[in-house]
């Protein structure tokens, strides 16, 4: 019996690091068609198109972001992320129930700091499938990846 425990174990961190390797893969890959000029920046990155702090407190709805402290918790989280675009874009491949509350939101919010190409999260999810990029932690791996972390 503990042997099959055991199995099951490797089986379970095998794969979880597996996934790891394939998302660094895919990012690599984008890289090096980015760099070959394959595919191409789509909006100017120098300017972000919307706030961190709207975006975030706008997804969490009303009841999680009404207060001071909770306010605070989201504004903390955005500090040196550029813009609202990257949380938009995990939104995107997540559903709602995975950013509802204030920690979950945090946890993407900062899983965004650093991230200026989000064609790199686009191009990852849609090598991954849809099953790849629909939980909080696939996306903020896939973001911080991206990021270069």
């Known amino acids: 019996m503990k042997s099959f425990l055991a199995a ?14 394939d998302v660094q893969n ?5 890289y090096t ?22 975006v975030a407190c706008d997804s969490v709805g009303t009841f999680e972001c009404d207060d001071e402290d909770e306010m605070n918790v989201l504004r903390k ?11 938009t874009k995990s939104k995107k491949y ?8 204030n920690e979950e939101m ?7 700091r650093g ?16 099953f790849g990029c629909d939980d909080r932690e696939e996306i903020t791996r896939i973001n911080r990846t991206c990021a270069g972390y």
């Not at 997540?94 to 509350?101: A, I, P, R, T």
């Not at 945090?106 to 965004?112: L, R, Y």
């Open 77 to 87: 989280a955005c500090r040196g992320v550029w813009g609202g675009d990257c949380i």
């Open 33 to 54: 068609l980015k760099l070959m000029k394959v595919v191409g920046q789509k909006h100017d990155t120098c300017y972000p198109t919307s706030s961190c702090f709207k």
């Open 94 to 101: 997540l559903g709602q129930f995975e950013y509802d509350d």
């Open 8 to 21: 099951i174990a490797v089986l379970i961190m095998s794969t979880s690091t597996m996934a790891q390797t």
């Open 115 to 130: 991230l200026y190409d989000l064609q790199c999260v686009d191009y990852t999810c849609n090598r991954l499938g849809r």
């Open 106 to 112: 945090a946890e993407v919010v900062n899983s965004c």
């Open 26 to 30: 895919i990012v690599d890959d984008y």
